[in-house]
């Protein structure tokens, strides 16, 4: 099983909607989560970390479940500027300084 | 503002060369990465360094090297360019605190091999 998997969509959604997707993480010891977005030719930049208590920016909402392993994000009101490649990561997958990163999830978000 | 760059954004190379990025930051992180990403497969963890001449192999070593001279500039080393490094190469710097965990990207470096 991988450390951090994700759907890679895309998932298309009309403008206003709201979407949800989820990230399952293999390590039952990590606490903490990152979402990272990543615009098209872009580097990945921190959108918002994830506890147990879950996180809530705006639009974004962001859980974690630890008895099923798994965090979402959720958007709600989506804009045309919400389009991009959302990106999963364990933080601390193993102990040490290394990060896990999903392969991503596409979302576009249309008119 | 935390800054990452990188020497190049688009680098064309032919097999055998011997090719070097450069990855520089200016907030005084502790922690440096290079990863490289290919459609499909995500980022994947190349070398990273947690202080000056300090590295440690990430998932994907092979064919790659790293240098830590200063603790700003961490630097990838392809000794002997192959096509199947054709790739985006992305550096980044990390700040861990007791209230931070951010991991700041460079712009990215597109290699191709010819």
Not at chain 1, 73 to 79: C, E, G, V
Not at chain 2, 35 to 61: H, T
Not at chain 2, 63 to 76: A, D, Q, T
Request: aromatic fraction near 12%; charged fraction near 25%; hydrophobic fraction near 30%.
């Amino acid at each position: 099983r991988k450390e951090v998997e994700q759907d890679p969509g895309p998932f298309n959604v009309p403008e206003g909607a709201t979407v949800a997707f989820n990230c399952t993480y293999s390590n039952s010891a990590s606490q903490s989560f990152f979402w990272y977005r990543q615009d098209c030719r872009k580097e990945p930049k921190l959108l918002m970390s994830v506890y147990s208590s879950g996180n809530e920016d705006g639009r974004f909402t962001a859980q974690l479940n630890r008895a099923s392993q798994y965090i979402s994000l959720l958007i709600r009101d989506s804009k045309l500027s919400d389009s991009a490649t959302y990106l999963c990561v364990d933080p601390n997958p193993g102990g040490g300084n290394k990060l896990t990163f999903g392969t991503g999830t596409q979302l576009k978000v249309e008119l | 503002d935390v800054k990452v760059t990188q020497s190049s954004r688009y680098l064309v190379k032919r097999t055998g060369e011997k090719v070097f990025l450069e990855c520089v930051q200016d907030m005084d992180h502790e922690n440096m990465f290079w990863y490289r990403q290919d459609p499909g497969l995500g980022l994947r963890l190349i070398y990273f360094s947690y202080d000056v001449k300090m590295k440690e192999k990430g998932d994907i070593p092979e064919g790659y090297s790293v240098s830590r001279e200063k603790k700003e500039r961490f630097s990838l080393i392809l000794e002997s360019a192959s096509t199947n490094q054709t790739s985006m190469y992305l550096c980044a710097s990390r700040i861990r605190t007791s209230g931070t965990d951010t991991q700041y990207f460079g712009p990215g470096t597109r290699l191709t091999v010819l």
